[in-house]
């Protein structure tokens, strides 16, 4: 499945031209569906500061959570690329808040994620490690690690992760960030640490058993540790994905 070609399409919505992928079964998972628009009929004052609309004060919906603004309240155009839109579109100010966070996100982080890093891979009980590189694919949906073997973990199919910092072990009380993917656990974040490995339960393609992969950063650490921190970053907008 990760093989099928990335092609993308311009399409025009309601909110402005977006690039998307032809096959929509092919959806980066950090991407976010447009919303559906408050009707008109539904908000005679801005949802706000409460002003009444009239032939002067017009109606702008956000382009994010679709709710229907004065100008004065809804009048910053920010990027928005979990939505693939090709422009800065216009947010209110709750949402332009998170959208410029965001962006930070697509402009560092998941570069990093693509550039990839180096680290020591175990894979369930086996006492075998090997030295691989690991990567995000470019269509955001699968982790590939490649050495003398290859293997992929599709996003989709993580259960949880847990990000290991200088100092701890799996199954210590200071583990400094647990990630749940899929379940409804808590997501909480440590402190200065450098992130040294990351421990996954993942469910591979076909199958319903749980293994475990653990990555521990090897030769350039500050790059896998920049690696790590990114890869955090990404789980926990997977994780707020659910809600949005």
Request: proline share 5%; with cysteine; hydrophobic share 35%.
């Amino acid at each position: 499945m990760s093989s099928v070609p990335d092609g993308k399409k311009l399409v025009r919505s309601l909110s402005g031209l977006r690039m998307v992928p032809e096959n929509g079964a092919f959806n980066s998972p950090f991407s976010l569906d447009e919303p559906q628009w408050v009707p008109d009929k539904e908000c005679p004052r801005c949802m706000q500061c409460d002003t009444k609309f009239d032939f002067i004060r017009r109606k702008h919906h956000c382009r994010r959570c679709g709710r229907c603004f004065c100008d004065k309240c809804c009048s910053k155009k920010v990027a928005l690329p979990r939505m693939c839109f090709v422009d800065p579109v216009r947010q209110c100010a709750e949402c332009s808040l998170v959208s410029q966070k965001e962006v930070e996100f697509y402009d560092r982080q998941l570069k990093v994620l693509l550039a990839g890093g180096t680290f020591m891979v175990t894979l369930g009980t086996s006492d075998r490690s090997e030295t691989m590189s690991c990567r995000l694919s470019n269509n955001h949906r699968y982790l590939f690690l490649d050495g003398e073997s290859h293997f992929e973990v599709e996003l989709s199919r993580i259960s949880s992760m847990q990000i290991l910092t200088d100092g701890t072990s799996p199954g210590e009380d200071d583990i400094h960030t647990y990630t749940s993917l899929l379940d409804s656990q808590c997501l909480s974040e440590g402190g200065p640490a450098r992130a040294s490995g990351m421990l996954l339960q993942f469910k591979p393609m076909g199958s319903q058993d749980v293994q475990q992969l653990r990555l521990e950063a090897a030769e350039d650490k500050k790059v896998a540790a920049l690696w790590l921190a990114a890869m955090h970053k990404a789980a926990k907008l997977l994780y707020e994905a659910r809600d949005q």
